[in-house]
């Protein structure tokens, strides 16, 4: 008979056989699982349908298609195609002016220049910064009592910017993780240098964490899994403690990269309340900046002075009425006016410490970035025992993942952060171009290749891809292009298969439910930020913004500017400039302890949590979205926008204004069933302003403009 004490032995045997086999399979399958084998060079598919393929990317798609015994499913409308690529490429719906462009240009590369207008306007920039953001944790804040991270938005309008210039991926990663080893040719490159490595400085980090040791290594921690997520769908943080059991990572391997990373610091000194600082550097001025800013730093000087000056004598007078508080009898009226006298004394004194602090904080300065701050002799890891940092094992050299991609030396003298950039995007890595193209696929189909998109590992169950030949036909193009996102775009967006209508077929549904092999396109909710963006550009309240800082930090009623003991922290509430309130969701702040509080429609759409590395968004489905959309003070207010617009134009019918109203919010002619309806509507309500803002509200809260079809 089994007992107790005997079952326990047994399942305790069984799990660590289990484990250890893991780390075994893990170990001999490192080099025959898909995802790290070298990538293929792949010859193009055969087709019996030469005409059907508008880019090599559809003869890999319609051959698996005829394998499956499916067709592919009929083209989408021109109005549909123009709406989709213009929410995937800008994050912005087609204006009116874009459509009838696009619409009357005849031309057989009409979609071509389409798309090349879409990379070539400022808005690619602002929407696909926000997917870098969301692996990398960005905000404006630190910590979880809201201390503002007053220079994180230059880092933003880096990222933006380097964007829309096109520059190459592997370049753009080099200056984010060794901006600040690299050679500038200008001013302007090493501003953009060290600007960039906020990338490494930027994160959720406790600054309040005591144990200083423990706060450097879960830093290390989140820079290594960011590092793993983004760029080799690897769960790399599994290592910290044990050999990970499913993909070839060891903990040598794991220490490997926190020696590199361990010799930069993010983090500069105690400051109140045995708060750690943040490293912040200082960026190179112009001369005429420098006289500007000295000039400034005189007038400041003065009045720093007169504040403190001010707050020394009212604090003198709040000691004074304390003393004469205390020797004054209580219970009498003399005791209870002198409790009066102390109070407005202290409060008094309280402001004028308030202000002399707040100018102290504001104090005229170069240009200021969070960035890091090199160690001035590089020197190597060791291991810590259960991922503890005060139980320390080997030391293990500077170092990469072994087994992918060729080994590499760091020279001594060298912390191995350019050697780390040179691995990742080494032809011999065989993930970080496979990582990439199928997270780009999956954004603009709805699903990846691979999936999940953000695990390459073997896992438990081995996700291979559905089109391996495409997978490592658009890796080995996306190496050869310069690592050009914009050129990976286009080519996706330009393709057959990408202008698919979402149509569905019965045969095509038997026997590919889930549409992994692309016969149709797959319906998507728009992002959070494109409801937001969409709305206020079709109402006419969305205006275009060059960036800078997006709470208005020197506004008293922002920042708490704090004292002694605590650190300036921003208030609870506090009112966005009009140049930011009715700017881009790029531009607006996010906070980690409270999210998106700041924007209701951030909040309620699944932006990501900003204290954790999103490499695909949240898709939920709630009766919440619904009543957003119905009852938000936002929608209705821009629906009521939408409404007045479509009034005020006095040159045209209803006919012509309810045309153009379907144009604007859903992307295509009303059909005359819809008229029809829609004039029924407006002449039942007697008061027509009211009645246009409703109709207007109902297309903005419809199932047709909350998704891309």
């Not at 020394?312 to 508080?325: D, E, I, Q, V």
């Not at 691979?450 to 996306?478: C, I, Q, S």
């Amino acid at each position: 008979m089994l007992t107790v004490n005997g079952f326990i032995h047994q399942i305790t045997f069984l799990l660590f056989a289990t484990l250890n086999v893991g780390s075994v399979l893990a170990s001999d399958k490192s080099t025959t699982h898909w995802s790290f084998k070298p990538i293929a060079e792949v010859t193009l598919p055969a087709i019996n349908d030469e005409a059907w393929s508008a880019t090599d990317i559809d003869r890999f798609i319609l051959r698996r298609l005829r394998k499956a015994g499916i067709e592919p499913g009929v083209d989408t409308t021109k109005h549909t195609w123009l709406r989709r690529v213009c929410f995937d490429l800008t994050g912005l719906p087609p204006t009116l002016e874009q459509i009838d462009r696009f619409l009357s240009d005849e031309h057989p590369d009409a979609k071509a220049r389409a798309v090349d207008r879409l990379l070539a306007s400022s808005a690619f920039g602002e929407k696909w910064a926000k997917h870098w953001f969301d692996m990398m944790c960005y905000a404006d804040s630190v910590g979880s009592a809201s201390m503002p991270m007053r220079h994180a938005w230059r880092f933003r309008d880096y990222v933006i910017g380097a964007l829309n210039s096109g520059i190459a991926l592997d370049e753009f990663v080099r200056q984010q993780i060794a901006g600040d080893l690299l050679e500038a040719k200008s001013r302007e490159q090493r501003r953009a240098n060290l600007t960039a490595t906020g990338f490494l400085a930027i994160g959720p980090w406790q600054l309040s964490e005591q144990d200083k040791g423990q706060l450097r290594a879960d830093i290390i921690d989140h820079q290594i899994t960011r590092i793993g997520v983004m760029f080799l769908g690897m769960t790399l943080d599994c290592a910290r403690c044990h050999d990970h059991k499913f993909d070839p990572v060891g903990q040598r391997d794991y220490y490997a990269l926190a020696g590199i990373l361990g010799n930069v610091d993010v983090l500069e000194g105690i400051w109140r309340s045995n708060l750690s600082g943040l490293t912040i550097r200082e960026l190179p001025e112009t001369v005429t900046d420098r006289i500007a800013r000295e000039e400034r730093i005189r007038a400041h000087e003065l009045d720093f002075k007169i504040a403190k000056a001010k707050w020394r004598k009212l604090n003198a007078s709040a000691k004074k009425a304390k003393t004469a508080l205390a020797n004054t009898p209580r219970g009498t009226d003399e005791h209870a006016a002198a409790v009066s006298v102390y109070q407005e004394a202290v409060k008094a004194a309280g402001t004028a410490e308030g202000d002399w602090r707040f100018l102290e904080i504001h104090a005229p300065t170069p240009p200021r970035i969070h960035a890091v701050a090199m160690k001035a002799m590089p020197d190597n890891a060791r291991i810590n025992l259960r991922g503890s940092a005060h139980a320390l094992g080997d030391e293990t050299p500077r170092g990469f993942i072994e087994g992918i991609g060729e080994r590499a030396s760091i020279d001594r003298e060298s912390d191995g952060r350019l050697e780390l950039v040179d691995w990742l995007f080494s032809d011999s890595n065989p993930l970080t171009a496979r990582v990439y193209v199928n997270r780009i696929w999956a954004r603009l189909f709805g699903r990846g290749l691979v999936e999940p998109v953000d695990y390459f590992g073997m896992g438990v169950n081995e996700n291979e891809p559905t089109h391996p030949e495409l997978l490592d036909y658009l890796a080995r193009k996306l190496q050869r292009s310069g690592w050009s996102l914009k050129s990976l775009l286009r080519e996706l967006t330009l393709s057959r298969v990408y202008g698919l209508s979402s149509a569905k077929d019965s045969t095509a549904a038997r026997r590919d439910p889930e549409n992994k092999l692309w016969s149709r396109a797959n319906p998507r909710r728009l992002d959070s930020e494109m409801i937001r963006d969409g709305v206020m550009l079709m109402s006419g309240h969305l205006n275009s913004y060059n960036g800078g800082p997006p709470i208005p930090l020197k506004e008293r009623t922002s920042l708490s500017p704090g004292d002694l003991v605590n650190p300036p922290t921003l208030r609870g509430k506090f009112k966005l400039t009009p140049a930011v309130a009715q700017a881009r969701s790029i531009y607006q702040p996010v906070i980690r302890s409270y999210f998106h509080k700041t924007q209701d429609v951030l909040e309620t759409f699944d932006t990501p949590n900003p204290n954790q590395i999103t490499a695909r968004r949240a898709n939920s489905a709630s009766p919440t979205h619904a009543l957003f959309l119905i009852n938000s003070p936002f929608m209705k207010k821009h629906g009521d926008y939408l409404g007045a617009s479509a009034l005020a134009d006095s040159t045209s019918d209803d006919r012509q204004r309810l045309a153009r109203l379907w144009l604007r919010i859903l992307g295509r002619p009303i059909r005359e069933q819809e008229y029809q309806s829609a004039q029924e509507f407006l002449s039942f309500v007697t008061d027509r302003k009211k009645a246009w803002a409703r109709l207007s509200h109902a297309l903005l809260a419809s199932n047709e403009f909350l998704f891309i079809r």
